[in-house]
């Protein structure tokens, strides 16, 4: 056998993804994808991917557990093969991430997308194993008197049972044609359906938002690098580079991408550099 196949071999065993569950303490089973040997990364997406319907962050962590990097791309709580039922919120949200910590072996760096990176802020500020903070795209452009409003909103038309009307206020600031396309796609019933995990997020961005405006994120004591695609929307440079200044060791990045996601050729080797070096 040739040194080029056992090389081969080795690569494509370490993107394999071996798929699993975990139980919270709360009792929530949690699906995962493990890939790769070394340092870890876990994923956390924002509101509404999962791991069948997201082949970017799949693609990401599949490159990176070549670099010799352990990945964990995982489904949030009440989306694809994370069933929970009752109230999803940020509390129990942490508790699932803790949960897959554990699955990547220890302390990792969180990577968060959108509102994922207000989930992932709120981990580490609450001691969870976080070694670092790799975001892109936090949606933390407006106010916090403004974002507790927008978050009350939509959790009292969730309790409400109006889970049209909380999804369509969640996406309110969103480009319309997002709104517009997902209202007209056949799947706009479990779309608005999927909104009772968006409380979460919420919260987290809530959460966030006041923690950036009133310094309390000035404590965190781990590598923070927000990142923003080459293409994005306007308020997300400025976000970012606000975030990066709220921390004692943070940077701000431009990184390839656009319309809100990111490149995964370009991801990897960032992430891989992030974690590595």
Do not use: N
Not at 10 to 30: F, K
Not at 118 to 145: C, F, H, K, M
Not at 198 to 204: I, L
């Amino acid at each position: 056998m040739s040194d080029d196949t056992t090389t081969e071999q080795a690569t494509e065993q370490a993107t394999r993804a071996i798929t699993g569950t975990v139980i919270t303490v709360r009792g929530d089973r949690v699906t995962y994808d493990l890939r790769g040997t070394g340092p870890a990364v876990v994923f956390v997406a924002g509101a509404g991917p999962f791991r069948a319907v997201d082949p970017v962050t799949t693609r990401t962590a599949e490159l990176l557990a070549r670099a010799g990097v352990t990945t964990v791309v995982f489904d949030r709580l009440g989306r694809g093969d994370s069933p929970a039922s009752g109230r999803l919120d940020l509390d129990r949200e942490l508790d699932a991430v803790a949960a897959v910590l554990d699955v990547a072996g220890g302390p990792a760096v969180l990577c968060g997308h959108s509102s994922g990176c207000a989930v992932s802020l709120r981990a580490a500020d609450r001691g969870l194993p976080v070694l670092g903070l790799a975001l892109w795209e936090a949606p933390l452009e407006s106010g916090a008197a403004e974002t507790a409003a927008w978050a009350a909103e939509i959790e009292r038309r969730i309790d409400a049972g109006d889970l049209e009307g909380a999804t369509e206020h969640f996406m309110k600031d969103m480009p319309p044609e997002w709104l517009a396309g997902a209202k007209a796609s056949p799947d706009w019933p479990a779309i608005a359906a999927s909104v009772v995990s968006q409380r979460a997020d919420a919260q987290a961005l809530a959460w966030a938002t006041r923690a950036l405006q009133d310094g309390g994120l000035s404590g965190l004591d781990v590598p923070l690098l927000a990142m923003t695609g080459t293409r994005t929307f306007p308020g997300m440079p400025e976000a970012a580079r606000d975030l990066a200044a709220a921390v004692p060791d943070g940077s701000a990045e431009t990184v390839a991408g656009a319309d809100h996601s990111w490149d995964p050729e370009s991801m990897a080797d960032r992430l891989a550099r992030f974690v590595l070096e």
